[in-house]
């Protein structure tokens, strides 16, 4: 396919969207795509890496060659975490194969990406809190708690009615955390997460959701809970931080409902989880 129809591909019978291998090119100083892309991203010093599959919540406009990361979550006493696998010496990440029965192995080199592979967050043997902790800067709604603390299931208690003025009240009610920090709190890596019924009909393969392929659907049922779905918040194109419902601007977009990067307009749908591959960039060695 010509480099051209790679970036601009015809319209589809929903949005545009753009479809591309991924690596990490604007990391790389390169085009989308492409071999030098996938050069620049292996040939760099460090641990791990290369070609990785992945779910993800899917890019459906803008420049952005493919989706964010899904974060399984975990419950446990009404505080709300990330999922970290195990360590897998001979794979050298932090790995839980075949999760939820889904034949798709769950891994930390899923976050390699966009700097993050340089923290000690997604270090795989890491000893930090995989527990998301509230990021006041966002959301209104989140400076009634205090900063820093674990979010809590009970915090989002109206989301089948929380709105904020962008987009449609009811389609969920998000939050920006931290997740996998030191001891002090500190030195995390940026998610957002949603609560919305939408999840749940997902988790549960009801409506259009049933169309899923059955790997994802699988991955979904086990990676969500109560309505809960987690990403890590880094826009594949440049790196910025977008988000669900941040940005009045989104509406220009057809992106008042979904995740909206402000930086090129990027847009991905928080309800369309899809199954891809990128080439994960080496981490360097841990430093902390």
Known sequence: MPLDEDKYPAET????FVKGVV???ALSSVGVGGAAAVDATTDAAGEGGGTTPFVAVENIAGPAPRGMPIIPIEINGGE???LWPEYDENAGAAVAP???GSGIDYSSQW???CGIQSTAAIYPQSDRNSTFLNDTGTFSWQGEYESGKPLTVDMFDDYKEWG???GDPGV???ASVVWRTNSDGKNGAPVQIIRSVEVEKMANGEGEYAELPSSVQSFVSEATDQGFIAWLNKCTHFCCVPGFKTQSGSANFAAANDIYCQCHQSVYDPFSPVQSTFVALPRPPQTE
């Open 13 to 16: 019978g929903r949005r545009r």
């Open 23 to 25: 690596g990490s090119a």
């Open 80 to 82: 709300i975490s990330g």
């Open 98 to 100: 075949d999760f939820g």
């Open 111 to 113: 976050f390699q990406y």
């Open 164 to 166: 904020n003025g962008i």
């Open 172 to 174: 969920g009610k998000p």
